[in-house]
């Protein structure tokens, strides 16, 4: 299954330094995709689009199959991962036989911009034409974050990892909070601009996709593929291929059992973050503006507390801050279900919970993950752990849609997700991480 791929980062610092920062700037590029599309506009206005399309009982019915119209969405995110299963870990095992992660990485993220941009074409009653690049992007842009996550372990030593994972996603955040601010302008002032609401979203989302292709630029022009000098049998299928991979993970169990705890508890982090939204302003009716900014406050807030809880693992390890950070994601989320409708402000003391443990939790995760993958095996291995990251996670939007569906209630549908963390954490606890970087054969940091 693995390679022998080069794991070790070049002895070159300078050298080493440029490709860090050019690795830092794909979460730059891609994230603003994950922030304005899949986190703050995309929800409410394809809901608004499958409403208007939608039949006297409120259902749409996509290949004749009724699906209520507040459900479609989260329905949409669900099936991308569907999509991502066929393709990632097919993807993945190529990379790591090849050597060849670039071009791949390219093909990924200009698929995922491309139909993003392609957001502008979202009017009227094209409920099924955003529902169809909602999955292309979602799929696109997982299987280039499982490439990107792939060369943390090439660019850092261990020691590092934590600190560079958590500027990763520290970089992403500050260009989420940036374009955000440019949304809420065009979006507040869209009369003065001389465009309808409608087009000020839906110019919100293609330049978000004009935003991950342009930047994209920098990583592709600065990361070095390491080649293979093993030659592996051809990839197979995506779901044989990821089969196989787990097979292989079965001679790792205890990495296996990280990677269930993190699909765990992070399909409740995703979910959070792509149905936050809809559930500000369909149970708690607020503004779109109310969402854009609460949504600007958790970027400013993730940048310090991803670069905070990257300190805190230096000081406690890694394993011991993502625990404290599941602890206070069940709480916010349980405050979150007796929020009343119509305060924003009791909304943005939410949002600033979720913004001080949202960066490092994931950042955290990443770089403890790397430590676990055997060498030679880093795409397809992150093809596995990329299945549940940034929104793409199936679980959690399949239970959120259907308790909403059953209940017709959204508290009843966002209060359903705790059950993501309490589980995860009870996971995460019981993996001795230090034995299971050991057995992978890897080096241990001082303290993880």
Same mark, same amino acid.
């Given at each position: 299954m693995g390679t022998d791929t080069v794991r070790t980062p070049p002895a070159d610092g300078a050298a080493l330094r440029r490709e860090q920062r050019g690795w830092y700037f794909y979460d730059w590029a891609c994230s603003v995709y994950s922030t304005s599309v899949l986190t703050v506009f995309l929800g409410p206005y394809l809901t608004s689009v499958a409403e208007s399309a939608a039949d006297g009982d409120g259902y749409v019915h996509p290949l004749g199959v009724p699906v209520r119209a507040g459900s479609f969405f989260a329905y949409s995110v669900s099936l991308s991962v569907i999509v991502a299963v066929l393709v990632m870990p097919l993807v993945g095992a190529a990379a790591d036989r090849t050597g060849r992660k670039k071009p791949l990485l390219a093909a990924a993220a200009y698929t995922g911009a491309g139909a993003t941009t392609a957001m502008f074409f979202l009017d009227g009653d094209r409920y099924l034409l955003g529902g169809a690049l909602l999955i292309v992007a979602n799929a696109a842009q997982s299987v280039a974050m499982m490439l990107y996550n792939s060369y943390l372990p090439q660019i850092a030593p261990p020691e590092q990892r934590d600190a560079v994972s958590s500027r990763g996603w520290a970089f992403g955040y500050a260009a989420g909070s940036l374009v955000l601010v440019a949304n809420l302008v065009l979006y507040t002032g869209h009369d003065r601009f001389g465009v309808s609401e409608s087009t000020a979203v839906r110019i919100c989302l293609a330049s978000a996709g004009l935003w991950w292709g342009a930047f994209a630029l920098i990583p592709l022009t600065r990361l070095r593929d390491r080649r293979s000098p093993t030659r592996g049998a051809a990839a197979l299928p995506g779901f044989r291929q990821l089969a196989a991979t787990v097979r292989d993970m079965r001679r790792h169990p205890l990495t296996l059992a990280f990677l269930l705890a993190y699909l765990v508890y992070n399909d409740g982090i995703q979910t959070v973050i792509s149905q936050a939204s809809v559930y500000g302003s369909?149970? *708690?009716?607020?503004?779109?503006? %109310?969402?854009?900014?609460?949504?600007? *406050?958790?970027?400013?807030?993730?940048?310090?507390?991803?670069? %905070?809880?990257?300190? =805190?693992? @230096?000081?406690? #390890?890694?394993?011991?801050?993502?625990?404290?950070? *599941?602890?206070?994601? %069940?709480?916010?989320?349980?405050?979150?279900?007796?929020?009343?409708?119509?305060?924003?402000?009791?909304?943005?003391?939410? $949002? $600033?919970?979720? #913004?001080?443990?949202?960066?490092?939790?994931?950042? !955290?995760?990443?770089?403890?993950?790397?430590?676990?993958?055997?060498?030679?095996?880093?795409?397809?291995?992150?093809?596995?752990?990329? *299945?549940?990251?940034?929104?793409?996670?199936?679980?959690?939007? =399949?239970?959120?849609?259907?308790?909403?569906?059953?209940?017709?209630?959204?508290?009843?549908?966002?209060?359903?997700?705790?059950?993501?963390?309490?589980?995860?954490?009870? !996971?995460?606890?019981?993996?001795?991480? @230090? @034995?299971?970087?050991?057995?992978?054969?890897?080096?241990?940091?001082? @303290?993880?």
């Open positions: 369909e149970e *708690l009716d607020l503004g779109q503006s %109310t969402l854009i900014g609460a949504v600007l *406050l958790v970027q400013v807030l993730a940048v310090a507390g991803a670069l %905070t809880m990257g300190r =805190l693992a @230096r000081a406690y #390890g890694a394993k011991r801050t993502i625990l404290g950070s *599941l602890i206070a994601w %069940t709480v916010t989320l349980a405050a979150g279900f007796f929020l009343p409708a119509g305060a924003p402000v009791w909304f943005f003391v939410l $949002a $600033a919970g979720i #913004g001080l443990v949202l960066g490092g939790s994931q950042a !955290l995760s990443r770089s403890l993950f790397s430590h676990l993958v055997p060498p030679g095996k880093e795409a397809e291995y992150f093809s596995a752990y990329e *299945l549940s990251d940034r929104g793409m996670s199936w679980l959690g939007p =399949l239970l959120f849609g259907l308790t909403y569906q059953l209940t017709g209630s959204y508290r009843d549908a966002i209060i359903s997700l705790v059950v993501f963390f309490v589980l995860g954490f009870a !996971l995460l606890a019981r993996v001795p991480v @230090r @034995r299971a970087i050991e057995e992978a054969g890897n080096p241990v940091p001082d @303290r993880i």
